[in-house]
């Protein structure tokens, strides 16, 4: 990606520095890119653009085709580019900014006030960030000047895949009172694209717990979302995670291995805990 401006040849943290950059952030900007895609596209059924994390409001364009907008810094974006990819492809996104943003959303919402709206007079930071899914501080804070960035902080890539896709694993231990036994919860969300519906098996293991349990799964086409019980025997003894100077933080490692029709294989390791509450 390349961003042009010109820029002061000055340490922006020296005395009132900060002041002299704002109008950085008060401007909008575009990020551009021309890249050749490294495989064949004709070879998969779905083609994916991924934003690990943008930051934070823009409008991304690929191959002058509009995908979709951000305005969360915190979260990914995932766009469907299977019908506008080509060998050479062009992408751009063209960030707003945040500040004026921020402002706007605050105008728009007039059914009651949301303090505070500007920070103390002494930060000289900028004001309404609680109307934006962005980094708190980069507004201002006690500690530090307001330099309100915009760009790509996290990575970006290309996916393609068929039959299937792992979109995401989540995971909850859950303990049931009424059989005093701890389950763990889990939820995987697919992207199916095969025409034809997919089989498999899930086979979760917790080593430590010995555990060690398989679920025969089948996938349509479409989004698709299995959930799966895992029952720990209660004949084992389940460590509970502590708070700091309570006692030990136990974790379990747990892998989630899908193998599905059509030699699709995905391998998911996490570390399980049990939590007490005090």
Same mark, same amino acid.
């Given at each position: 990606?390349?961003?042009m #401006?010109?820029?002061y040849?000055?340490?922006?943290?020296?005395r009132?520095?900060?002041? *002299?950059?704002?109008?950085?952030?008060l =401007?909008?900007?575009?990020?551009?890119?021309?890249f050749?895609?490294?495989?064949?596209?004709?070879?998969?059924?779905k083609v994916?653009?991924?934003?690990?994390?943008v930051?934070t409001?823009?409008?991304?364009l690929?191959?002058?085709?509009?995908?979709?907008k951000?305005?969360?810094? #915190?979260?990914?974006y995932s766009?469907?580019? !299977?019908?506008v990819?080509?060998?050479?492809? @062009?992408?751009?996104?063209?960030? *707003?900014?945040?500040?004026?943003?921020?402002?706007?959303?605050?105008?728009?919402h007039?059914?009651?006030?949301?303090p505070?709206d500007?920070?103390?007079?002494?930060q000289?930071?900028?004001?309404?960030?609680n109307?934006?899914r962005?980094?708190?501080c980069?507004?201002?804070w006690d500690?530090?000047?307001?330099?309100?960035?915009?760009?790509?902080w996290? =990575?970006?890539?290309?996916?393609?895949?068929?039959? @299937?896709r792992l979109?995401?694993? !989540?995971?909850?231990?859950?303990y049931?009172?009424? @059989?005093?036994?701890?389950?763990?919860?889990?939820?995987?969300?697919? =992207?199916?694209v095969?025409?034809?519906p997919v089989?498999?098996?899930?086979t979760?293991?917790?080593?430590?717990l010995?555990?060690?349990?398989?679920?025969?799964?089948?996938?349509?086409?479409?989004?698709?979302?299995?959930?799966?019980?895992?029952?720990? @025997?209660k004949?084992?003894?389940?460590?509970l995670?502590?708070?700091h100077?309570?006692?030990?933080?136990?974790?379990?490692n747990?892998?989630v291995?899908?193998v599905?029709d059509?030699?699709?294989?995905i391998?998911?390791s996490?570390?399980?805990?049990k939590?007490?509450v005090?």
């Amino acid at each position: 990606m390349i961003l042009m #401006f010109p820029l002061y040849h000055q340490d922006p943290y020296y005395r009132f520095n900060d002041l *002299r950059y704002r109008w950085i952030s008060l =401007d909008n900007w575009t990020y551009s890119t021309d890249f050749k895609i490294p495989f064949n596209v004709s070879e998969w059924q779905k083609v994916r653009l991924i934003f690990e994390g943008v930051d934070t409001v823009a409008e991304v364009l690929f191959n002058n085709v509009t995908l979709g907008k951000t305005d969360n810094m #915190f979260t990914g974006y995932s766009f469907d580019i !299977t019908t506008v990819v080509r060998d050479v492809n @062009s992408l751009q996104l063209h960030f *707003r900014s945040a500040v004026q943003y921020a402002e706007r959303q605050s105008k728009a919402h007039a059914n009651y006030s949301v303090p505070p709206d500007c920070p103390p007079e002494e930060q000289k930071g900028e004001c309404h960030v609680n109307f934006i899914r962005k980094e708190q501080c980069s507004f201002s804070w006690d500690w530090g000047p307001a330099f309100p960035s915009q760009g790509i902080w996290k =990575d970006v890539r290309i996916e393609a895949y068929n039959i @299937s896709r792992l979109d995401y694993l !989540t995971f909850l231990p859950v303990y049931d009172n009424t @059989s005093r036994e701890w389950n763990v919860e889990i939820e995987a969300s697919f =992207d199916v694209v095969s025409s034809k519906p997919v089989g498999g098996q899930v086979t979760v293991a917790i080593p430590k717990l010995r555990t060690r349990q398989t679920f025969d799964i089948e996938l349509q086409q479409k989004p698709r979302t299995v959930k799966l019980l895992v029952k720990i @025997s209660k004949d084992i003894a389940v460590e509970l995670w502590w708070p700091h100077g309570h006692g030990n933080q136990t974790g379990y490692n747990m892998t989630v291995l899908f193998v599905l029709d059509g030699g699709l294989n995905i391998e998911r390791s996490v570390k399980v805990s049990k939590y007490t509450v005090l």
